[in-house]
């Protein structure tokens, strides 16, 4: 008993420290027999305002470690000229999706039950409504709804592949953007509060800029309003996070010792937002960025072609002196790789990249604090 109280009792402490920046109090309590190798249930009793989900973890903190290299694998047949990927579990099955810049199609692979498997792989070609070689999607999971956002050319598309990510027959639609995007070369999605958006990096035009595409409530609207925010640099990755009750979009914009904050304040539709270039001294120029908050901290996970590097901004999102360190390449980076992700799995991290022009994969696992 006195095990299990003191699991829950850190559980509520891992909370309390996510939240303290933004003045939440979440209350939680336990109700029934709390025995070795039982579940237990814990009811959220909180009435704090503005939070409606909370996050916790037995073991937080991986992040903060360096990644071990777990697998490395070839997929010739739905790879070519590889840059964006995302990482994505369905039902039993993991999924990886990949775009392909050389092609009009993304590739899938679908490892099944294990990320260490090799699983099959498949080049999505002769979807209906693709349009143009891709440099970045992201899988999106709307109720039982999945889909795949992409962008590349000058336009941004959906793919709908209904109640599964293993459906052969998914439905591509391309956006009407009005010609407002420039080369878009990386996308993220955001909800909020049932609102949709997607965030597209434009690497064209100087200066570079980042665009919203609000959808509004309907994820199938076809023509989203949109708004552009100069950006300077080459705007090459953008990573969209809420932080309390304010959403800030991070790029990485193809220039040394600067990754660029964008202050959206409470709405991402907003018109007018601050924008600060973060000078971080002796940063590499980074192409790819993913924003990740584990343990009460927020990390910038960056990458420049043969190496993944890690921004620790600590607690306050808004520091605009983090330190930065070098996560190498696992002992296996060789070549040029363009995309990465980094996706939590109950309390697992784990990543995979790809590279660019040898059409394969790779896996790595932050290490389990627990173990």
């Known amino acids: 008993m ?40 814990i009811t959220n009793t909180s009435t704090s305002s503005g939070t409606s989900t909370y996050n916790w973890d037995f073991c937080a903190g991986d992040l903060k470690d360096t990644p071990n290299s777990s697998y490395s694998n070839q997929y010739a047949n739905a790879m070519l000229n590889s840059l964006g990927m995302d990482l994505a579990f369905d039902g039993t099955n993991y999924y990886v999706f990949v775009a392909n810049s050389s092609l009009t199609a993304p590739g899938r692979i ?10 099959t792989s498949d080049l999505m070609s002769g979807i209906p409504g693709l349009g143009f070689p891709i440099n970045d999607l992201k899988i999106v999971k709307i109720d039982t709804n999945w889909f795949v956002f992409a962008c590349g050319g000058n336009d941004v598309e959906r793919i709908d592949f209904g109640n599964s990510l293993a459906n052969p027959n998914p439905v591509a639609t391309v956006l009407n953007t009005g010609g ?40 199938f609207n076809t023509a989203p ?11 090459k990755s953008v990573s969209a ?29 907003n018109p007018g937002p601050q924008i600060t270039d973060d000078t971080i001294a002796g940063l590499p120029f980074v192409r790819e960025i993913e924003m990740k908050h584990d343990d009460g901290k927020w990390f910038a996970f960056v990458n420049r072609g043969v190496e993944l590097i890690r921004v620790d901004y600590g607690v306050d999102i808004t520091n605009n002196t983090p330190t930065w360190v070098s ?19 109950g309390s697992s991290w784990i990543g995979v990249t790809n590279e660019f022009n040898n059409a394969t994969v790779k896996q790595f696992i932050f290490p389990d604090q627990c173990n």
């Open 2 to 41: 006195k095990n299990i109280c003191f699991i829950v009792a850190l559980i509520l402490l891992n909370v309390l420290r996510i939240n303290a920046q933004c003045l939440v109090t979440p209350q939680f309590q336990m109700t029934g027999a709390a025995c070795p190798g039982l579940p237990i249930t």
């Open 327 to 345: 996560l190498g390449g696992f002992g296996t980076f060789t070549g040029d790789c363009r995309g990465f992700t980094i996706k939590k799995f």
């Open 225 to 235: 309003a949109i708004t552009t925010h100069n950006i300077n640099g080459t705007a």
């Open 180 to 219: 407002g995007l420039n080369t878009p070369y990386s996308i993220d999605f955001a909800e909020d509060n049932g609102q949709y958006y997607l965030i597209v990096a434009n690497s064209g035009g100087s200066p570079s800029t980042v665009s919203v595409l609000d959808l509004g409530n309907n994820i």
């Open 110 to 119: 679908q490892l099944f039950n294990s990320l260490s498997n090799l699983g």
């Open 241 to 269: 996070v809420k932080s309390c009750d304010r959403w800030y979009g991070f790029v990485a914009n193809n220039s040394a010792n600067i990754i660029t904050r964008i202050d959206f304040g409470n709405s991402l539709s």
